[in-house]
């Protein structure tokens, strides 16, 4: 099975492609299956975003990898014409992090849910955010486990009945935003699914963002969880209350201050910094030891290491 | 085995004499910050270096810091197929190092002992030939200093290498090479204090052995253990990225990838939990060139579930598990053959999927090619079974020729015009991904998925389609048995015993095949070193013995066969097949595997 060596960087990339080489993507070659939400689920309008985005930015099929774990949103990948992976329940973010710290010329696109992002997902969510990995997750909340049928998720308000607690949830929420600023990630955003205008350029701010980007989406379930979202949504006698211009995305105490506010809250970027993230951490690393070995083929690396166990 | 006890004896009046030897092992008993490792980290490398063979042995306390340990060399001009049973020389630091030993020492073996800590025992004088040197005094006035007890297990080796005959430039520098770097003042000390144990010659020991030289002249060793051979393998394979957890007896595994990955532009990255490594190591593996991960124990099954994606998805991944004793936390430093079950069942569903076991050192290094390979030529997870054993256990080896092992396995990423990810018509059912990246001409994209689904990676909830994908998983696997070679026998294709191993104890079976035969018993083994698949063909092997026993270290279960029997059973149905099994957490020594098959066999 043995094959020539060549120094290229492990690392090895996709051939580029030259901007204007080909033309953008069409609405109709991203599509793919029909998808097999509930007719009214807030995540359609997420997919039909995500195609625009794709569209818009004229990213290529072969250039985008649409991860997700389990759940109703996590149908996603089927959905799209690109790379993709349907992994399984809470683990897309380590998944996508092993596909962004080994391929820096893909566009990682994670898209989740309330129970996959912050229940059974919740310790990956902590640590991709706190190292910083280059990819976008975007979370379509809708407050229920839809998939499994009406169950109480980590969202869920209080008192919301559900099949698990038939008198109302007891279990305090847990605010996505609050506890994403909390962890160190160093993009965080909000928008939902009712305003599509508003999710497209929070996803396209989130995709230019150099590190972990988050985007917490809210996306009414229509069979389980109806009216959830009306709050935020004008057309149904709600507000849907952008983030200050005054607001500086930088200061982490003030995006939490806006973070807890009740709900709905604020919509838009809450807090974005500009840190290292760990895919160019690693890159530095390997770029010190490389200069070490300048030239060597890697059985020559290898060697050197084995002429020390002699 | 070693003349050294035959050897006679102390000549009188004191006068010196020069015993030839064709082995010798030597076990050095002390507490675990001692240093007892590097003593024989040294007289291993010093072996490799003069083209004899050497095997190693070691316990290590499971506690945070401190607790008895041992480190048990055997080197000899011969083959060396066990650390040893019984040991010719021990190195004894404390009192309860000297009691807690000495039924490992030979009958008129030779005890060294610390004498500012060891009593020797009046009712011991004449089973054994004790020599008593203050070594942690001596040191101190070798020395000087007020590092307590440091520096004596380098006296101690120069009191061995003067007993031995040992080639003291070579011993000089590998000191050299293990202290490179450091404040030249602690590589100064070490020779004071080796070159003061080699000079010290007290009246009683009397003796000096000489191994006699290798039959292997001229060939260029290496000298590592099992977890470093794994980890450099992988390197040769072309393994460039991999995510893990810390955990005993893995972990060294990772450290040395995560170090040694950035010079050939790789990473190793350290994981929230064994989950994430897992996912991690798929990603990566999605993303372009299998990817491992790798734990022991309750780490392994943590990974379970994402093992099964890689079985659904037919997604390449080498997962190494360096088993201990189990189960639950059981004994993390304790040697134990006891995760075959979860290895090839750990699964929801029916997810075969391929498992290896390199039967020594040396093997670790090429089997771990060899999985590498057989992930991605079979498009699945290969598991890599080893235990705590041979993790620590130190061989010589023949260097490998690395610009012939090493392979470059960077994905290609030509535009493809169509692309089936799971297609039914491939032969043996054998496919593999293209990697993100590549372009599909026909515009439709695959999705590596988890779900029962279609040839491109959608969906399916048909009866049919999950019957034919179940086939597909099964018949690569099949597939892959019937290119697996059959083991070679050890000893006649007929007889009345076959002794069936697997893993790291080839060579106690087949040193107790070898006494077996040299008592006349009719006696053979066979090793596996590939579990799942087995290669086809082994009923015939089976067919030539009255009692086939298969050796391991894991219980004989509820029906008295131990993980493998239960296999071999499942898959031949054959009555003469049992188990010859211990749980004490050590190594096999070769009596007891010839006194259990005394006693199967006899029935």
Redesign the interface.
Known sequence: ??????E????????EIAPGARPGLTRK?IV??HPTWCPGCGDFSVLALYFKLIEKRKL????I?T?SGIGCSSRF??FV????????HG?A???????????P??HVFAFSGDGDAFSIGG??F??TARKNIKMTLVVMDNQVYGLTKKQTSPTSPLGFKSKTDIWGAVDYPINPAKQAIAVGATFVARTSASNPNHVLATMEAAMDHEGFSFVHCLSECVEFYEGAFDSANPRKGGVFNEVPKSHDVTDEMAAYKLASADFPGNFGVLYKINKPTKNAK?AE??A???S??TGL???????K??D??? | MSDITTAGAVASGGAKKISRINEVVIRIAGNSQDGIQAIGGFLARLAGRSEQEVMTFMTIPSTISGGPSIFQVRIGSGEVLTAGDDADVLLCFYQHSYEGHINSLKKKGIVLYDADHVTPKPEWQSDYHHVGIPISSLTVEAIGGTAKDKGKNIYALGLIAKMFDLNVPKLEKLLGERFTGKDPSILNNALAAFHAGYANSPGNVVETFQITDSQKKGVHQVVMNGNEAIAYGLIAAGVRFGAAYPITPWTDIMEILRRELPKYGGSFIQCEDEIASVSMALGASFAGRVAVTGSSGPGIALKTEAIGWAVMAEMPLVVINVQRGGPSTGMPTNIEQSDLNIAINGGHGDSPRVVLAPANVEDCFYMAIEAVNIARRYSTPVFFLTDQGIATRIEAFPQPDLEKVCQDITPDFTPVATHKPYDLAAKDGVTQHVKPGTRILDGKYPIATGLEHDEYGHPSGSPKVHMLQNAKRRKKLQALGATLPLPKLYGPSEGHVLLVGWGSTEGPIREAVDRFRAAGDSVSAIHLRHVNPLPNGLENIFSGFHHILVVEMNDEGLYGYGQLGAVLRARYTDAKIQGVNKTDGLTWKVKEIVELVKAKARK
């Open positions: 099975m043995s094959q020539t060596l060549s290229k960087p492990i690392t090895a990339l996709a051939p070659e793919a299956d290529w099929h072969e250039k990898t991860i990948p089927y014409q690109a790379h993709g992976a349907h992994f399984i683990r973010l380590p998944f996508a992090s092993g596909v962004s710290l080994s391929r010329d893909l310790n990956h902590t640590h690693e690393i390997n010190s030891f490389q070490k070995f083929k890697d059985w020559q690396i290898l060697q290491t084995f020390r166990m002699k």
